[in-house]
């Protein structure tokens, strides 16, 4: 199994519907979680993290965390075309030490008019 | 503005040739990585640095290279070794600690053998 698990897609959506991504863990330790949006072409940016059970809102953007079921979800609203991207998950190793981030291969999102 | 800096933006390699990508940060991040994505895939990790003058090897470090002489400044060395280099190479930093932080990307080098 491996470590961060995210379903390839393409994940396509309708202007203007929910958009949701999703992304399991498997280390029960895990306490961050962070979500990229990669444009096609370009480096990743950070759009959310969280890491306390429930949701967290930023804008257009709900992540929500569930660490016993270990899942972790991007939810994007009233979804754009500009939305359309790459969203990798990316979950640090639990024990410490080093900040090494383990990323998910990532969900390609494609939101048509 | 702060940021990381990553050049050149396109580099092409010749067969048996070593080709050397800078990474350059002025965030004030004590951590860098360098990692290699191919096209449809996930990123995959090269090396890491924690604090200058150390560095550790990541999962696909083999054929590469690096050094962290100044906490600004993490190159990549891509060495004649590594037999299939084509890729896209991004350098990432971050602050350390207790905790976990989101890393800042460069733009990437896009690396081409010819």
């Known amino acids: 199994q491996k470590e961060v698990e995210q379903n390839s897609g393409p994940l396509s959506v309708p202007e203007g519907a929910i958009a949701s991504l999703n992304c399991t863990y498997s280390d029960r330790g895990s306490q961050s979680f962070f979500w990229y949006r990669q444009y096609s072409g370009k480096s990743p940016e950070l759009i959310m993290f969280i890491y306390s059970n429930g949701d967290k809102e930023d804008g257009r953007f709900t992540a929500q965390l569930n660490k016993a079921s270990q899942y972790v979800s991007l939810l994007i609203r009233d979804s754009q075309p500009s939305d359309s991207a790459t969203y990798l998950c990316a979950v640090p190793p639990p024990k410490g030490g080093y900040n090494k981030l383990i990323f998910g291969a990532g969900t390609r999102l494609a939101v048509h008019p | 503005d702060g940021g990381i800096t990553q050049s050149p933006k396109y580099l092409f390699r010749k067969e048996g040739q070593n080709v050397t990508l800078s990474c350059e940060q002025n965030?004030?991040?004590?951590?860098m990585y360098w990692y290699r994505q191919d096209p449809g895939q996930g990123l995959r990790l090269i090396y890491y640095s924690q604090i200058v003058n150390d560095f550790q090897k990541g999962d696909i470090a083999e054929g590469y290279s690096v050094s962290r002489e100044k906490k600004e400044s993490f190159p990549l060395t891509v060495t004649s070794a590594q037999k299939n280099p084509t890729a896209f190479y991004l350098c990432?930093?971050?602050?350390?600690?207790?905790?976990?932080?989101?890393?800042?990307f460069g733009s990437g080098t896009r690396l081409t053998v010819v």
């Open positions: 990432a930093s971050s602050s350390t600690g207790q905790g976990a932080y989101g890393y800042t």
């Open positions: 965030l004030n991040h004590d951590a």
